[in-house]
Nanobody
Framework: QVQLVESGGGLVQTGGSLRLSCAAS????????MAWFRQAPGKDREFVAG????????NYADSVKGRFTISRDNAKNTMYLQMNSLKPEDTAVYYC??????????????????WGQGTQVTVSS
């Protein structure tokens, strides 16, 4: 099992930036793929970005391409999501997730085994 703790959420104005972090423990960090998902009020959870265990491969939802950057530091057991040019529609609870069975990330939330508690991101217009 992997324990995940997100941080870095908050309130920001349109066009601003935030950096989310996800600290992991419980299993060698470089052995599994990870991803960020988000869920807005009244909406389904959606994939935001994913990263392979080695950090060589990343993928993004079309809605965040060019604005968000996912990364990981395997020496620090931490994954990040740099969010720039934020829009009100980015407002959601953001969750990090670990897929202990794969080295490359998938967009499907059902494949992920472990989830953090979530961190709120609010973008004001």
């Amino acid at each position: 099992q992997v324990q995940l703790v997100e941080s870095g959420g908050g309130l920001v104005q349109t066009g601003g930036s935030l950096r989310l972090s996800c600290a992991a423990s419980g299993r060698p960090f470089s052995s599994y793929a990870m991803a960020w998902f988000r869920q807005a009020p009244g909406k389904d959870r959606e994939f935001v970005a994913g990263i392979s265990s080695s950090a060589r491969t990343t993928n993004y939802a079309d809605s965040v391409k060019g604005r968000f950057t996912i990364s990981r530091d395997n020496a620090k057991n931490t994954m990040y999501l740099q969010m720039n040019s934020l829009k009100p529609e980015d407002t959601a609870v953001y969750y990090c997730a670990a897929d202990r069975n794969r080295y490359t990330s998938t967009i499907y939330g059902t494949y992920y085994d472990d989830w953090g508690q979530g961190t709120q991101v609010t973008v004001s217009s």
